[in-house]
């Protein structure tokens, strides 16, 4: 006998019926999220048959060179989104400021952030790519959309996710219910449930860090390193792996795969920026994934869904994954306070 699929759309809908855990307008909204990254992943795929690799020649808010993958992917989600997502507004890792949805599409009650292609320096290496997205309520009271609506703390998410374009294309979701992969089926052009209550190990042998800032990294997070590289001999007793993919949508895939923790902390590079990632596009729906399936994530102080967002591109330090390292790497900060 062959087991029944269960498709995203029936997942939503269940969700919807037996729990009552995600309004229509949500389902219908997360559908239209997952239509948008099933298109991205086409353009991924045809890489340079397509046409859509290499530079575009402009600079996001940022000062971060464009890939034509980035501004193709923030097309896509804009596009999908404006006229069909149930969404009174967005805003994009690559677009300045916010974009309210115009009056003539009706107006929804949610608001989408995203990050349309992470790992953008593995676009034309051929290596997995993904994109995450966080949906938050518009607060009540007032008409219109301003940025400040969107200021709110990763707790208050109400759906959060990436899509991954790697080997698999793979879309990670949760509503607060836990963590559901669904991988694309090209073939029937749907995405199907193939796993259910995603849980990370506690303990882990692995840890992920860009190596190459070693020397800049803050005493913590280069004793909390040490301790892992000295292996079996050292304080921890044991022998630890490195992976660093440099795409986060990949790094976190294989922690809630396998465990792990990931680490992109604050370093003395440039000591007035909080970290490179971003809290609203990456930081958050990552955190929330990885704590709705066991683990833990940190500024390497305070929990990240706390963290009260002050500005819509606002970076911050992130360490997450399996909860008892990141415990670990959180207290080695605080003692050192
Ligand atoms: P991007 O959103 O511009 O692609 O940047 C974010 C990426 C993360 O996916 C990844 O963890 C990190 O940047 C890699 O940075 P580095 O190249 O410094 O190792
Ligand atoms: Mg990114």
Redesign the pocket.
Known sequence: MTAKKISLTRYLVEEQRVDDRIPAQLRLLIEVVARACKSISHAVNKGALGGVLGSAESENVQGEVQKKLDIIANEVLIEANEWGGHLAAMGS?EMDSIYVVPNRYPQGEYLLLF?PL???SNIDVNVSIGT?FSVLRKPEGHPGVTEEDFLQAGAKQVAAGYCIYGPQTTLVLTVGDGVAMFTLDREQGSFVLTQENVRIPEDTKEFAINMSNMRHWDAPVKRYVDECLAGKEGPRGKDFNMRWIAS?VADVHRILTRGGIFMYPWDKREPGKPGK??LM??ANPMSWLVEQAGGAATNGRERILDLQPKALHERVSVVLGSKNEVERVTQYHLEAR
Do not use: H, P, T, V
């Open positions: 890792e990050d992470d790992g953008s995450i986060m990632l971003r596009y990456e």
